[in-house]
Nanobody, 120 residues
Framework: QVQLVESGGGLVQPGGSLRLSCAAS????????MGWYRQAPGKQRELVAV???????NYDDSVKGRFTISRDNAQNTVYLQMNSLKPEDTAVYYC??????????????WGQGTQVTVSS
């Protein structure tokens, strides 16, 4: 069993910054990728940023230049540094990971979500 535990959400003014963290724990053999999705009220969940084991990264166009994803492989933790936040960034942010739990078995996991609200 694998758990993803997120932290770092909250209320911030436009132009402010927040840092999200997501720690994976449990029966982890190898992490393939970790990333962040978000879901605003009335909208579908969308990819924000993802990083692979090889440290490649991919961002949604709406956050390029403002958000940075990083990963601590030793701690099985992924971070999302969010700068220059805008009201349209308001959403529940979900951690996402593809993880091998053995040499041949992998699965897709989600965190419980953390609320980010950007408002004055």
């Amino acid at each position: 069993q694998v758990q993803l535990v997120e932290s770092g959400g909250g209320l911030v003014q436009p132009g402010g910054s927040l840092r999200l963290s997501c720690a994976a724990s449990g029966s982890i053999f190898r992490i393939i990728s970790m990333g962040w999705y978000r879901q605003a009220p009335g909208k579908q969940r969308e990819l924000v940023a993802v990083t692979t084991a090889g440290a490649s990264t991919n961002y949604d166009d709406s956050v390029k230049g403002r958000f940075t994803i990083s990963r601590d492989n030793a701690q099985n933790t992924v971070y999302l540094q969010m700068n220059s936040l805008k009201p349209e960034d308001t959403a529940v942010y979900y951690c996402n990971a593809y993880i091998y739990t053995s040499m041949t078995l992998w699965n897709h996991y989600w965190g419980q979500g953390t609320q980010v609200t950007v408002s004055s």
